[in-house]
């Protein structure tokens, strides 16, 4: 039996990861579960999971979620630093699906204490990749990629070796927006962007997916995750969501990972690893499908990628910066103060002035100095969007 714990198991991956577990009882025993204010679906997957312990994130839902667990022995918790020691405590295996810039703490508790990190939040590595890769090496933690693009690289990866990899393709859907004329994309809604073509997901990174922001994150993603050079990610638009990713090799072939478009399966492959297990998804018909499209990604359309190609240039904070401004201007266009392509420029002002004003860092950021660019991007980004407004 291995012991799990799930970190945002409220949310969009945590229910996914849930769904996978709860198949198979007999083989996954929860010591704890986290959310945020989703308090009726996170008393009852702790009941139905039998976990040891449920934390919310949010104090003032401490009484609550207590209330709703009252007489079940589950332990109940609240607040940031409860979720780090639900972290820290020692289970086989750790989801981290929390979303934003709040899921890097307790990603590195479990890497501090040598645990199993599936890693759903990106912005762990786009903040802070180098001091979550070199703790995870300096404890024996192992991280596992659970963003579909990276899940496929890595399937594409197992047996090669990384010296022959020229560079790699992650694949991009277009969002909600792919076929809009650009004029029109300035009087986008935040509800026009939440909607996907293919994937079912939390409302942020679908609205990210429109902008192509969720795939700037993604690039930085990989840039961490598998240590390449910038020049080496390149971005495709496949309308498809099958093809995830592709790995090029110096011999010109080039591996592709198809997939269905089901979270389940990049969690379910984290899951399992190093072994793969049967899963509950789709099996594509290929024949049925019939093509599959390509097209490079229009720069006017997607500003955010050539954004990403800048904070990864630069390296040292720009990712923490870069991730911070990225958060802040999405919740300006959902609070209706900046439209929707503001967002690109408001980032871009953010990541001008850090550059302008920090010289290139090289030094690894420790978790400090993360948390306080972060904080100064956040007033950074609501400067330029209070002058925008
Ligand atoms: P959701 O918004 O669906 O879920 C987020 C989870 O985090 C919920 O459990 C939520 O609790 C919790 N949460 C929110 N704010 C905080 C906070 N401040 N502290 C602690 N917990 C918090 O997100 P997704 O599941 O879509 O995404 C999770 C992560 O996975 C993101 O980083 C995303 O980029 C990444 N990802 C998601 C994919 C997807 O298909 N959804 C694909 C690839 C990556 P509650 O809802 O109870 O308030
Ligand atoms: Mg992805």
Request: glycine share 8%.
């Amino acid at each position: 039996m291995r012991s799990v714990t799930i970190l945002g198991a409220t949310g969009s991956i945590g229910q996914s990861t849930i769904d996978l577990i709860a198949r198979d009882p007999d083989a996954y025993r929860v010591e704890a579960l986290t959310g945020g204010r989703n308090l009726a679906q996170l008393a009852a997957d702790a009941r139905r999971l039998n976990a040891r312990l449920a934390v919310t994130a949010h104090e003032d839902c401490r009484a609550e979620l207590a209330e709703r667990l009252s007489g079940t022995g589950i332990e109940v918790a609240a607040g940031a630093e409860a979720i780090c020691e639900a972290a820290s405590r020692p289970v086989d295996w750790v989801m981290s699906a929390i979303v934003g810039f709040a899921g890097l703490a307790p990603g590195l508790e479990v890497l501090r204490r040598g645990g199993t990190l599936a890693l759903a939040n990106k912005e762990t590595l786009v903040a802070a990749g180098p001091l979550v890769m070199e703790t995870a090496r300096r404890h024996g933690g192992t991280v596992l990629p659970v963003d579909s693009e990276h899940s496929a690289i890595f399937q594409a990866l197992r047996g090669e070796e990384m010296s022959s990899v020229e560079r790699v393709i992650i694949t991009a859907s277009g969002g909600a927006f792919r076929d809009w004329p650009l004029e029109r994309l300035a009087s986008a809604t935040p509800e026009e962007a939440a909607t996907h073509p293919n994937w079912a997901m939390g409302q942020r990174i679908t609205i990210d997916s429109a902008s192509m922001f969720n795939k700037a994150l993604e690039m930085i993603e990989a840039k961490e995750f598998f240590a390449l050079a910038p020049s080496q990610i390149e971005v495709l638009i496949h309308r498809e969501s099958l093809v995830h990713a592709l790995v090029g090799h110096n011999d010109g072939g080039l591996i592709a990972h198809i997939g269905p478009p089901d979270m389940r399966h990049a969690i379910g492959h984290a899951l399992s690893w190093p072994a793969r297990a049967p899963l509950p998804v789709e099996r594509l018909d290929l024949a049925a499908i019939g093509q599959l499209s390509f097209a490079a990604p229009e720069a006017a359309r997607y500003p955010a990628l050539d954004l990403a190609y800048r904070v990864m240039e630069a390296g040292g904070g720009a990712g923490a910066i870069f991730n911070a401004a990225k958060e802040a201007a999405l919740d300006s266009f959902l609070s209706r103060q900046i439209r929707f392509t503001d967002m690109s420029g408001v980032v871009g002002a953010v990541l001008d002035r850090f550059l302008s004003t920090e010289r290139r860092q090289t030094a690894m950021a420790d978790l400090d100095t993360i948390i306080d660019h972060d904080r100064r991007a956040r007033l950074w980004t609501k400067e330029a969007a209070d002058q925008l407004a």
